[in-house]
Every structure is written in C-alpha cells, then in structure tokens.
C-alpha cells in the first residue's frame, strides 16, 4: 500500500478513484480526501473550459488530484480499469445504466478488483419508477415529505438550500456506505456496490420525525410542531434592525432563562399550555424587536437560555466561537471549512486546492503503475 506524501488522517493509504460529476459525489470524494484518502477524480476532455474548474473556489476538489479520460474512448476507458485494479473505491453518479454501457459498470471493475467498493451515487436509486428520471435536490426531497414539512403553515415549503437531499441524505450517506463496505471488504476480501440514494437518505434523516407521527407527537402539517417554528419557545424572531435571532428553549431550565433575561411577564409553568402561547408568540415578538440583533446577542451570549443571532455565511465565518474552533479557513482567498469530523490519534486536514483539470494525469498513472494511452 502507498502512501501519499504529506498525507494525514484515518484514511491514509485508501486510493479511490472518482468519476466527476456534481453536487453529491464530489463532496463525498472531497470528505474521504480529507480524512486522508489519496482521491484521483476522473475528468471528461472539455471540463477545463468551465468556469472555476480546477481553481482556488472549486472547493469540492480540493485534495485530489485530476486525470482527463474520454470514457467514451475505449482504450482510455481500458486505462480507467487499470486504475481501478489498484483502488479501494470507485465513486460514480451518472443515471443508472451508464457506466454499465461504458463497460466500467460494477461487473467489469469487480471482475478486475473484486475487493473493490463500488459506490453509486444518485437522486433516485439504481431502481424503482423513477429511477431514469432526471431530478435535482428539490425535486428529491420534496417526494420523501422534508421539504413539504419546512416552512410557515400559511406560506409555500422553504427550500433548505440543498443541505438536506444533496450532501446531507446523498453526499454523507454515500460516505457512510464507502467506510462500512471498506470495513466489510478488508475483513472477508470481498468487495460490493453501495447503492446511495438521496431519497433514501433523506427518508433515512426523518427517522425521528417519522417515530414523533406515529406517536401522535407530530402533526402532518407545516408549521404548527416542535421543531419547524410551531412552538414559541423553539423559532425565529426579528430585531430592531430588520434582524433576527434564533431561540431553542425547549427544556424546563433553558425557558426560565429565557423569560428571566427578558423580562417577561408570563408564568414560566405554563410553559407547554398551548392555549397561552398565542399571547407568548405575541410577546416574545414584540420584545425582540426592541433591541438590534447584535444587541440581544451580547445579553445571551454565554447564558442557558439557547438564544443566537442568526448570521449570514460571511459574518458565520467571522465568529469567534467558529474562529476558536478554526471550523473554516481562508486559502487562497476563498473562505471554506475545515475538515471534520476530528480526531484525537489522526487528524485530519483540508488537502491542496483544486488542480488544474488534468494536471496530474501522466503522474498518476505513473504512480499507479498504469500504462498512460496513446
């Protein structure tokens, strides 16, 4: 097993190979390279025209390196399956049926490694109904119910941005199959394909959700329930400035703490009664708009009463609890986040910027012992 240079992490001496794509599988590739996986990502001949392609803000393809093959090329695709004798992983995200038709499907490459882990990315599955259906996150979460339960109850679903489908449900569950099938791959010396689905692991995600409706603890309607804004005590208020914080007293302990630091005129008992938390939304709303969010920021800050400001991305990056942390870094003029998670026996870090596309070709396949095509 090689290690590469400078390599740090858990995954140190992992090889896997990435077939570029968008959205979710690079970001899995992206997490494995940072946990010290050696990430080779396969480019297609014409990516380097692309805007960002390859600089300091493609940020998903930091710590790999990057080869050009045209897969459409069958002895390029023969140098494809040369550097998947020689992988662990093989990440991929086209519509099921792709790479099979491209000869690299899970067939050919376990025949070549059958210790191989074959993870297959994509929004539907590799089958059901809509399995060939095109689809983006939006689309995928909205059929799973996240999406229909986010939002005001007398407004349309708000879109999380793509957090919750893409790299939530498919990039980290992609990750989560790859490290169980190594587990399993390196204990018996068989290899297997991982099916990662963003419908299903986003469905997957609701799991406690789920388990609140079946209890009755939950209603099927947006807005009215514990966590999605329906409950007081646990959602968003404007400020003074046009502003807002976030408050989360949920618990006996943090709610007293909220009412004492504001100075609130209610009985602290009847927290969970619902027929005085019209008055209580009433006040609360009232009461923080009275002073800025920065403002309302300092009072709580440090105290149990869960209240935070509610920051945009660049300000979130100029925190100091997230500045202690180092939880994002500045490279190169780009603002990004750090590795995670971390470890005490071998850290991990953010590898080298995104390279150029195809800069590393000859040298992989130099280091790979693989025969560069003519």
């Known amino acids: 097993m090689t290690v590469t240079a400078g390599a740090t992490g858990p995954l140190v001496g992992c090889r896997v190979v990435e077939l570029g794509g968008i959205g979710p599988g690079p970001f899995a590739g992206m997490l494995l390279a940072d946990l010290g996986a050696e990430v080779v990502r396969v480019d297609r001949p014409g990516r380097a025209d692309e805007p960002g392609a390859g600089g300091p803000a493609d940020v998903l393809n930091r710590g790999k390196r990057s080869v050009v093959l045209d897969l ?31 000869g690299i499907g899970p067939h050919d490459c376990l025949a070549r490694n059958p210790r191989l882990v074959y993870g297959r990315m994509t929004g539907w599955g590799q089958d059901g109904p809509l399995a060939a259906a095109a689809g983006h996150d939006i689309t995928y979460i909205a059929l799973t119910g996240a999406l229909g339960a986010i939002g005001d109850p007398d407004g349309p679903p708000q879109i999380p941005l793509n957090l919750v489908g893409d790299f939530g449900g498919g990039g980290c569950y992609l990750v989560i199959g790859i490290l169980a099938a190594l587990h399993c791959a390196r204990r018996t010396g068989r290899g297997q394909v991982v099916d990662a689905a963003i419908v299903d692991g986003t469905v997957h995600l609701l799991a406690s959700t789920f388990a609140k409706l079946a209890r009755d603890e939950w209603s099927d309607e947006r807005g009215v329930n514990r966590f999605d804004g329906g409950w007081p005590f646990y959602a968003v208020y404007e400020t003074k400035d046009g502003r807002h914080v976030a408050v989360g007293a949920l618990e006996r302990k ?121």
């Open 72 to 102: 459409k090329n069958p002895t390029e695709t023969a140098a494809l399956l040369q550097l998947v004798e020689h992988a662990d992983v093989l990440i991929e995200g086209f519509r099921p049926g792709v790479t099979e038709r491209l």
């Open 254 to 374: 943090f709610y007293r703490s909220l009412v004492d630091l504001l100075d609130l005129d209610v009985d602290p008992d009847r927290q969970h009664d619902r027929s005085a938390w019209p008055e209580l939304r009433q006040l609360l709303t009232k009461r923080f708009a009275e002073r800025t969010r920065d403002e309302w920021a300092e009072l709580f800050e440090g105290t149990d009463a869960c209240v935070a400001p509610v920051l945009s991305l660049t300000e979130a990056a100029a925190h100091p609890h997230l500045a202690a942390r180092a939880s994002l870094f500045t490279r190169d003029g780009v603002v990004q986040p750090a590795a995670a998670p971390r470890f005490s026996a071998t850290p991990s870090s953010p590898g080298h910027t995104a390279r150029a596309v195809g800069a590393d070709t000859r040298a992989v396949f130099r280091d790979w012992g693989v025969r560069v095509p003519e």
